[in-house]
């Protein structure tokens, strides 16, 4: 199995920033795209950024955003930790939220490819 721990949320005021990390621990033989979500109150949890994994690539790695965080939020991973981290700069009270990592592992080099969820962590934007 793969176990995610998630750290790095808090209390900040607009305009402030926070870096959350994601850390993946246990039977890792691979690790493909790095994800992170987030589920606002009385909102579905929706896709914030991602990470995709080119093993024999270290130079590019495709990436994505949502609209909503395009230019404030960076992604990034650092593949000999098996940790990626979430930059989040210029924050507004609507990106608070749970916020939550996932990964898309195997746990052997046969075995498939599986979604892995964190616990989440709690992002507050307010004054």
């Known amino acids: 199995q793969v176990q995610l721990v998630e750290s790095g949320g808090g209390l900040v005021q607009p305009g402030g920033s926070l870096r959350l990390s994601c850390a993946a621990s246990g039977s890792i033989f691979s690790i493909g795209t790095m994800s992170w979500y987030r589920q606002g109150p009385g909102k579905e949890r929706e896709l914030v950024a991602s990470?995709?994994?080119?093993?024999?690539?270290?130079?590019?790695?495709?990436?994505d955003y949502a609209e909503s965080v395009e230019g404030r939020f960076t992604i990034s991973r650092d593949n000999a930790k098996n940790t990626a981290y979430l930059q989040m700069n210029n924050l507004k009270p609507e990106d608070t939220a749970v916020y939550y990592c996932n990964v898309v592992a195997q746990t052997t080099s046969w075995g498939p490819w599986t979604h892995y969820w964190g616990q989440g962590t709690q992002v507050t934007v307010a004054s």
């Open positions: 990470s995709g994994a080119h093993p024999h690539d270290s130079a590019g790695e495709p990436q």
